[in-house]
């Protein structure tokens, strides 16, 4: 992940079914600049995104973080608005 600095060695994905986070951070370093419990889900129904959002609420002591997409739509990250104010408020 060039955004982050770091290598195939940091983060891994989920298999199909397997328990847990849908990216697996694994470097400490990983961990540091990417502090979110990630959910990948690929839904046409809306209702379940609160369900699912829920479930990813405060694993591990990182923030959750909801990834979405429609068919023929751009996928969307999810993040609680509480969380949201707080990233604007550190950028101020």
């Known amino acids: 992940m060039k955004l982050f600095n770091l290598t195939?060695?940091?983060i891994r994905t989920s298999n199909t079914g397997e328990n847990g986070e849908d990216?697996?951070?694994l470097s400490l370093t990983a961990r540091?600049?990417?502090p979110y419990a990630t959910e990948c889900k690929n839904?046409?129904?809306?209702?379940?995104l609160y369900h699912v959002f829920k479930t990813t609420n405060k694993r591990n002591n990182k923030e959750p973080l909801l990834v979405v997409k429609m068919n023929r739509k751009e996928p969307?990250?999810?993040?609680?608005?509480e969380h949201f104010f707080?990233?604007?408020q550190r950028n101020d």
């Open 76 to 81: 969307l990250a999810v993040i609680s608005l």
């Open 86 to 88: 707080e990233l604007i």
């Open 43 to 48: 839904t046409q129904q809306y209702k379940s």
């Open 23 to 25: 990216v697996k951070l």
């Open 8 to 10: 195939k060695k940091d």
């Open 32 to 34: 540091r600049v990417f």
